[in-house]
């Protein structure tokens, strides 16, 4: 069952300057819900979510969160390029950058961000590797640390791009296995882009296609 209505999207136009990916985008998301973003390559997934999390203005339409600022209480795993991959920080380092929404005008970290992030590597079982160099760790160990770094942003909504991307199935399996169970023990809300076709079935109770149009779905 639902809660209540976290984000409304209404008639959004996503794009840039000189380009329009997508027209009439209108969904809402109310708490509990674990919603995928599908589609191709290139259509759009991307620039949505960071169109939800305020950091791309939509060319049109506006976004909504209710309880939450756009930006800040909100998860956000983005999606990985190689220049990411290589960053040189340790896995503590990582995961406790993402308690920067909690500084407010504290200048450090204090002891409760220290504690919250390693909570959270406990969670993402990667406590054991918490000196380790960031860039030196498998895909699937790197996209926990990151799982847990969004964790330290939110205990309610986490916004994933593509957690899975170039994981192996054994990895991937872990992962979509971790992210199921935020929803449903914990209650935090997923929206999360994939490229997997079977991922909404097994486990979104909605689905937002990008394809001619973009169309929502009840799972
Ligand atoms: N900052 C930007 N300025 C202008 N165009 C951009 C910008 N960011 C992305 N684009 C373009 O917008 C289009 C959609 O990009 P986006 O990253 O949202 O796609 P995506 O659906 O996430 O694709 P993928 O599955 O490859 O991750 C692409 O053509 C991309 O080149
Ligand atoms: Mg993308």
Redesign the pocket.
Known sequence: MSGEIILTCKDLT??????T?AEGVSFTVSEGEYWCIT????????????TILGL?KPLAGNVEWNGTAAGTGIGYLP?QTDVQRDFPASVYEVVLSGCQGRLGMRPFYNRSDRDLALLNMKRMGIDDISKRCYRELSGGQQQRALLARALCATGKVLVL??PVAALDPKATEEMYELITSLNKEDGITIIM?T?DPEAPSRYATHELR?GQEVTTHVI
Do not use: S
Not at 14 to 19: H, K, R
């Open positions: 996503l794009g840039y300057e000189n380009i990916l589609g191709e390559n290139g259509t759009g997934k991307t620039t949505l979510m960071k791309t999606q791009d593509e882009v490229h990008f």
